[in-house]
Every structure is written in structure tokens, then in C-alpha cells.
T-cell receptor
Framework: AQSVSQHNHHVILSEAASLELGCNYS??????LFWYVQYPGQHLQLLLK??????LVKGIKGFEAEFIKSKFSFNLRKPSVQWSDTAEYFC????????????FGKGTRLHILP | EAQVTQNPRYLITVTGKKLTVTCSQNMNHEYMSWYRQDPGLGLRQIYYSMNVEVTDKGDVPEGYKVSRKEKRNFPLILESPSPNQTSLYFCASMWNFGAYNEQFFGPGTRLTVL
């Protein structure tokens, strides 16, 4: 069965620090990959997505992610975080042409200190 | 405005009292899905629907029912709620389960079962 692992459950950073959140998935075929963000008290919003093409994907709010097929990874990065980035981040994977489910990771809670 | 709406947003109920959480989307999306979000467990899919009159179980369907009589609506029914169904519920929709689509999420329904 597919699975998604987010290695960091809770990350605390100071403003202007660089961020990298890990995401690994377990399916060996073609995948669609997503990062969603959930700000406190709000619903999930799409940060970025990878379907095909350039493995370095740029999203909203200065976030980017790199798909490394050989490592089954899709890590989220931001060079300089802001206090407003405090939120929970979810990686999600859909195994294309396999089934009709989108599997979410357990989330990483990011807390930015002002 | 394109959106997914859920009602109610907050609900406190007692064990065994049947309830329905409504979900509606105005984007003519074919695919709709229900998730529950619990601390440390991320989002887990309850049920999904590929189109009208087509529904299928997700990862945690026990204790829930759904129906898809119209394209825009996908209500979640708890026939006999129990305290372990206390959770934050999200409805999501997507154009279809194709290769290049993303999900749009509703604002969430926080359910407490006493």
C-alpha cells in the first residue's frame, strides 16, 4: 500500500532561518505530489504540486519543492521563513494510474519565532 | 466564487444521535471526498466519490455513510455517532481523478461527540 512519511512532526525556527521539510513516499510508479498548508483555524490550501516536467517546483509564498525520483522524496523548502509561515504542512501523494486515492502524510507543525 | 462549503462548522452532539454534515461545491467537480483530521494522524480519507451515484470506501469508513445523488453535494452521515468520531472533518473536491488535478478543501467541521 502507498504511504507517505513526513520526518519532522514539529519544527521550531526563528524568522529568516531556512526551512526544509522532508517527505518520502512508498510507491514506485508515476506519482502526483502535493504540499498543502493549513494555517491555524483554517482549511488546507495548496502550496505547490508536481505532476511532471521540471522536478524543482515553485509554489506560492516563496516555497519550492524538489522531486527526487531515486529517493522517493519531495522535500519542501523556503530560504527565509517569516512568522506568518507558522502553520501545519502536509505532503500528499497520488499514485497515478493505480487507484483513486490521495494519501496524506501526518503533517509537520511549523512554529516560527518572531 | 468557486468554493467548497460545509455545514455546520461546529457541532456538539451526544452518542447515538444521528447527524449529517453537508458538503457542497460549485465548481462542477466530479470527484468529492471526506477526510478526518486528528492530531498526530494527519488526514485520513473516509469515503470518496468519483461521480454521481459512485461512492467508495477510503481508509477509515467504519461508522460513516455517504451519498452522491447530485454532483454538487456529498453529505457525510453518522448514523450512531460515538466519542471516537470526535474530530475535524474536511470535504474536498476535484475536477476529476485525472493526471493533473488538485483537490480544493472546505473550511472544516469540528465535531464533538459526548
Amino acid at each position: 500500500a502507498q504511504s507517505v512519511s513526513q520526518h519532522n512532526h514539529h519544527v521550531i525556527l526563528s524568522e529568516a532561518a531556512s526551512l526544509e521539510l522532508g517527505c518520502n513516499y512508498s510507491y514506485g510508479g508515476t506519482v502526483n505530489l502535493f504540499w498543502y498548508v493549513q494555517y491555524p483555524g483554517q482549511h488546507l490550501q495548496l502550496l505547490l504540486k508536481y505532476f511532471s516536467g521540471d522536478p524543482l517546483v515553485k509554489g506560492i509564498k516563496g516555497f519550492e519543492a524538489e522531486f527526487i525520483k531515486s529517493k522517493f522524496s519531495f522535500n519542501l523548502r523556503k530560504p527565509s521563513v517569516q512568522w506568518s509561515d507558522t502553520a501545519e504542512y502536509f505532503c500528499a501523494v497520488n499514485a497515478r494510474n493505480r487507484d483513486d486515492k490521495i494519501i496524506f502524510g501526518k503533517g509537520t507543525r511549523l512554529h516560527i519565532l518572531p | 466564487e468557486a468554493q467548497v462549503t460545509q455545514n455546520p462548522r461546529y457541532l456538539i452532539t451526544v452518542t447515538g444521535k444521528k447527524l449529517t454534515v453537508t458538503c457542497s461545491q460549485n465548481m462542477n467537480h466530479e470527484y468529492m471526498s471526506w477526510y478526518r483530521q486528528d492530531p498526530g494522524l494527519g488526514l485520513r480519507q473516509i469515503y470518496y466519490s468519483m461521480n454521481v451515484e459512485v461512492t467508495d470506501k477510503g481508509d477509515v469508513p467504519e461508522g460513516y455513510k455517504v451519498s452522491r445523488k447530485e454532483k454538487r453535494n456529498f453529505p457525510l452521515i453518522l448514523e450512531s455517532p460515538s466519542p471516537n468520531q470526535t474530530s475535524l472533518y474536511f470535504c474536498a473536491s476535484m475536477w476529476n481523478f485525472g493526471a493533473y488535478n488538485e483537490q480544493f478543501f472546505g473550511p472544516g467541521t469540528r465535531l464533538t461527540v459526548l
